[in-house]
């Protein structure tokens, strides 16, 4: 059974781990019951108060899901002193019912309540002031479309880890579904995943989306040539943006009508490599254009972690 599989997965668990520390706010995965299923060792971010006085207190009852409502794609959660609680749907497929949900929070959205409010409510409802306002410290405030854009990745994401998981004994394909969540998250246009071959010492492409395929077909690139091969070497990835490539790459440009392009090392457990992603857009407003630092830490740590499935 996949929720079976989602336990027992300990990747899975660092990938959720890796996006905590990079959004600040805390992950979790419940069954439809509201049943732990992926929870991983969780500190700060509001965590202790949530557990303690917030929704999670009621996590693994029958009830935990009814204190959410609906909210557009998503079921949310507001509590007293207006700390924000999101359950994202995890679906195996569009449009069929969710196996689970993905429990996002808690989050201030836009800016805090003024001090005294926070007082009043926590008199009126019995709660430990001290604790709340060590909670604020630790809870992060968004605004709506950042808030959105979350909630969205993370639906992305959890449908795209699924699929991986599913689909594990046929390793094209999970090339292939990587390939198109970060080609989706970035809005790019052309991407590729070269791996390494041990015995010739060299990258050929294994998936790609946008290039020609008569074009690519039969390219080798060797450890140290052009940029992908640097990458491999080195182990280092490259964000390149117009006219802001670094000295020691710049020279490696051979398509100058690109934006911008990410070309990040694949590397292994054992600091092996495996291959090299490259993603690439000729739009200026592309979110790979825009969050290209982020996003390359995003990506990376996906690609580390799902491709070793």
């Avoid at 600040?24 to 991983?40: A, F, K, Y």
């Avoid at 019912?97 to 836009?110: A, Q």
């Avoid at 790019?188 to 946008?210: H, P, W, Y």
């Avoid at 490696?252 to 495996?274: S, T």
Wanted: glycine share 4%; aromatic share 8%; proline share 3%.
């Amino acid at each position: 059974m996949i929720l079976d599989k989602i336990k027992t997965n300990q990747k899975l668990e660092q990938i959720l781990l890796n996006f905590i520390d990079v959004l600040r706010i805390n992950i979790l995965m419940v069954d439809t019951q509201g049943n732990s299923v992926l929870v991983p060792p969780l500190r700060g971010h509001g965590w202790n108060w949530t557990c303690k006085s917030g929704v999670l207190q009621y996590l693994g009852t029958p009830q935990f899901l009814s204190y959410f409502q609906k909210e557009s794609n998503y079921l949310k959660h507001v509590d007293a002193f207006e700390f924000q609680t999101f359950a994202v749907p995890v679906l195996l497929q569009e449009n069929e019912d969710p196996i689970g949900y993905l429990i996002v929070g808690p989050v201030i959205l836009n800016k805090r309540l003024e001090r005294y409010e926070y007082q009043v409510i926590a008199r009126d409802s019995g709660a430990d002031l001290y604790d709340l306002l060590e909670s604020l410290n630790e809870i992060r405030i968004v605004t709506f479309n950042t808030l959105k854009s979350i909630l969205d990745l993370l639906s992305d994401l959890s449908q795209y880890a699924l699929k991986v998981i599913q689909v594990q004994e046929e390793e094209k394909t999970i090339y292939m579904t990587l390939l198109d969540l970060a080609m989706t998250l970035t809005q790019a246009e052309c991407g590729s995943i070269m791996l390494f071959n041990k015995e010739t010492k060299d990258l050929t492409i294994q998936v790609q989306r946008g290039l020609n395929p008569e074009k690519f077909h039969n390219v080798r690139v060797k450890l140290g040539e052009g940029i992908a091969g640097l990458a491999a070497q080195k182990k280092e990835p490259y964000v390149i943006h117009e006219g802001h490539a670094s000295n020691r790459i710049r020279h490696l440009l051979k398509k100058p009508e690109l934006k911008c392009a990410l070309v990040l090392p694949i590397i292994k457990d054992n600091n092996e490599i495996l291959g090299v992603m490259n993603i690439s857009t000729r739009q200026e407003t592309s979110r790979l254009a825009t969050h290209s630092q982020q996003m390359l830490k995003t990506l990376t740590e996906i690609t580390t972690n799902c491709l070793e499935y």
